[in-house]
Structure formats: C-alpha cells, structure tokens
C-alpha cells in the first residue's frame, strides 16, 4: 500500500523568502500525487495535483511542486512566501482506484 | 468539482452519547471517504462509503462505533457512538468524483466535535 513522509513537521521563514515543504511516498505502482492546504479552522483546498506528464506542476497561490519518480519525492516550492500562507499542508498519495493516504502535515509559519 | 457541506460544524457532547454527522455533496458520487483529524494531527481514513454496498472500515475502525449511512449517490452520515473524550476531532467528509484524467477528493469543512 501506498504511504507518505512528509520530512518537516514545522517550518518557519520569513516573509518573501523561499520555501520548500518535502514529501517522498512510497508505492509499488504508479501513483497520482497531491499538496493540499488547511487554513486555522478550515477545511481542506486541493493547492496542485501531479497525474501524469509534465514533472512541473504549478498550482495555485504561486505554488508549484517537481515529480521525482527516481527519488520518490514531490516536493512543494514558493519563491517568494506571504503571511497568509501560514497553513498546515499535507502532501497526499494515491493509487489508481484507492483512497487517498497523507502525510503527517507541514506546518508553515511566515514571519513579518 | 464538487461542493460538500456537513452538519453540524460543531458540536460539544457529553460522555457516553452519540453524534451523527451528515454530509451532503452538491452532485451524484460514487465514492465517498470519512476523515478523522485528531487535534495537531493529520488525516485518518475511517471508512470508505460506496453507494450500494457496505461500509469498507481501516485496521482500528469499527462499525459497532462509527456506523455509517449511504442511502443515496449525494448523501451520507457518520455517527460517532458511545462518545468518549478520545473521540475529540474534526471528522471530514470527502469525496472523489472521478473527473477526467484525475483521482483527487474534495472534502467538506468538517465537523469539530468536543466529548466532555
């Protein structure tokens, strides 16, 4: 079956710095990869998707993410983060016909 | 996509009773996922409720205490039986309706449940 690492459980910057959330998965098949984002007492929001094709996915809010199947991972980028993407965000894998499975959540704090 | 609503968004109960949570999606799905995030915690895949067949529950779910409706394709309940203070969590609905070319769910805003 299908899990997900997520490498960092918090991570602190600073406003209009960069960011890289880490994600590597473990599946014997081919996978469809997700970030998903929570805001504080929301719900959650599809941020991108890789399913096939291009590595690069961009999402939205400025996100993008990199498929590296020979390194497993989908990590998630911004290069210039604002306050209001203080979130907690869980990267999610799932196999052709299954459910979904998540990682332990990021929890990204932007600091003015 | 699909847009999902639940009820209710909270709820504060007392030990030993039971809570049952509705969710309800705007268009017809076949596939339908009950969440549990315990407080600081990510998500955990209670059930899976297909639409004319039973409840399929994870390794340390039971029926007994999360029974599960699906009397239609738009439409389910979850109930939380016998509630304790470990039961304490948002629990999410979501749903995978199976779009072209993607296996994404949508989920719900949750319900927050506090067990007193």
């Known amino acids: 079956a299908q899990s997900v690492t997520q490498l960092d459980s918090q991570v602190p910057v600073f406003e209009e710095a960069p960011v890289e959330l880490r994600c590597n998965y473990s599946?014997?098949?081919?996978?469809?990869l997700f970030w998903y984002v929570q805001y504080p007492n929301q719900g959650l929001q599809l941020l991108l998707k890789y399913l096939s094709g291009s590595t690069l996915v961009k999402g939205i809010n400025g996100f993008e993410a990199e498929f590296n199947k020979s390194q497993t991972s989908f990590h998630l980028r911004k290069p210039s983060v604002h306050i209001s993407d203080t979130a907690e965000y869980f990267c999610a894998v799932s196999e052709w016909d299954n459910d979904m499975r998540f990682g332990a959540g990021t929890r990204l704090t932007v600091k003015p | 996509s699909a847009v999902i609503s639940q009820k209710p968004s909270r709820d504060i109960c007392q030990r030993g009773t039971s809570l049952t949570i509705q969710c309800q999606v705007d268009s017809q799905v076949t596939m339908m996922f009950w969440y549990r995030q315990q407080p600081g915690q990510s998500l955990t895949l209670i059930a899976t409720a297909n639409q004319g067949s039973e409840a399929t529950y994870e390794s340390g779910f039971v029926i007994d205490k999360f029974p599960i409706s699906r009397p239609n394709l738009t439409f389910s309940t979850l109930t939380v039986s016998n509630m304790s203070p470990e039961d304490s969590s948002i629990y999410l609905c979501?749903?995978?309706?199976?779009?072209?070319?993607?296996?994404?769910?949508?989920f719900g805003p949750g319900t927050r449940l506090t067990v007193l």
């Open positions: 599946s014997s098949v081919s996978v469809y």
């Open positions: 979501s749903v995978n309706p199976r779009l072209a070319g993607g296996n994404e769910q949508f």
